[in-house]
């Protein structure tokens, strides 16, 4: 079975997570939430790991994380095969804890590392029973929440030694009084309207970053890599992008249709409007959001854009004709 990517270097940051296994939880009491901590504490130790925000839920949590040497994996194993045989002996269990392996999201640290850092800390007010909440008492509740790095980020009595504070906060204008203050406002304001999931912007599914960190990463990282064949991005291996012109160009040619045409909306060669539209997908998906291909596509919504392609997918096993034009304009663009 296909794994998603792991992309390691020195410097890296990462979202990281891990959920219990068939969604149970993972805490059953504040020793389990305060052992978990102690053993982020020595792995984090260990590893030479830096840890700038985590949260505690009841089945899952978000650590994140900077690695000055390069080395998530093995952080990885040690932080959560300790925790998983503390977890077994201590509630007399066997198994898996977590449901498959851990999820590590490669982020650019000056566009995402601020939003991401509010988008975890508002995990525990943004469970169903918290939305009939008051404002104010949605307030409350955060300020409350011990298990989370929020209140160190607001109140200096609140900090964890094993906690870096300052990069988050060199973005609210400083780790004193007012950088902190801004900060937690900047927090709380979340509340207010709905944060938009920073995780609608992932490319590949394995980094969140503007394109220009995509390429680097890809030119830097993976370019002249050897990665295990089993280890791979649900959406294909990390590759650069290919240009939206040359996948115009490319099904006109193979389809023989005008550009006009074929940008068409109503299009009368359905098939090659269906082909483009999966083919901007699946090539572009690394570096944009469906949302923000669909933008370029003409404002086409995401639900209408996953129909297409499941329309297509279902006219290529009956059509010989269209799987060899398929074939044809994949070849011309893998070797763009």
């Avoid at 794994?3 to 270097?9: G, K, M, S, V």
């Avoid at 020793?31 to 839920?57: C, P, W």
Wanted: charged share 30%; proline share 2%; aromatic share 12%.
């Amino acid at each position: 079975m296909a794994r998603p990517l792991r992309i390691e270097f020195p410097g890296a940051w990462y979202h990281f997570t891990c959920r219990g296994n068939e969604r149970n939880r993972i805490f059953k009491n504040d020793t389990d939430r305060k052992e978990f901590l102690s053993i982020l504490n020595d792995s984090l130790e260990k590893y030479a790991t830096q840890l700038h925000g985590y949260v505690l839920m009841e089945n899952h949590f978000h650590l994140i994380l900077h690695t000055p040497i390069g080395n998530l994996s093995r952080f990885a194993q040690r932080f959560n095969t300790a925790y998983t045989v503390y977890y077994n002996r201590k509630h007399k269990r066997t198994g898996h804890l977590y449901q498959g392996r851990y999820k590590a999201i490669l982020i650019e640290k000056d566009s995402y590392l601020l939003v991401l850092s509010r988008y975890i800390h508002l995990n525990p007010v943004k469970i169903e029973k918290m939305k009939k909440l008051t404002l104010s008492e949605q307030i409350e509740c955060l300020r409350s929440y011990r298990w989370s790095s929020n209140l160190g980020y607001g109140l200096l009595r609140y900090r964890n030694d094993f906690m870096y504070y300052r990069d988050v906060l060199d973005y609210m204008g400083g780790d004193k009084k007012y950088g902190r203050k801004s900060y937690r406002e900047f927090v709380e304001e979340g509340l207010l309207t709905d944060v938009e999931s920073p995780f609608d912007d992932i490319k590949g599914q394995v980094v969140l970053g503007e394109s220009g960190f995509v390429d680097w990463v890809y030119e830097k990282v993976l370019k002249d890599a050897k990665p295990d064949k089993t280890e791979q991005s649900k959406s294909r291996e990390l590759v650069k992008e290919v240009r939206q012109e040359f996948i115009i160009d490319t099904v006109c040619r193979v389809f023989k249709v005008s550009n006009a045409e074929l940008l068409r909306r109503r299009s009368v060669c359905r098939d090659a409007r269906m082909m483009y539209i999966d083919l901007c997908c699946k090539y572009r998906l690394l570096h944009k959001s469906l949302k923000e291909i669909g933008k370029d596509l003409g404002d086409l919504t995401v639900g209408g854009m996953c129909q297409t392609r499941k329309r297509l997918k279902d006219k290529l096993i009956k059509s010989y004709s269209l799987r060899n034009k398929y074939s044809q304009c994949n070849e011309i663009l893998c070797n763009e």
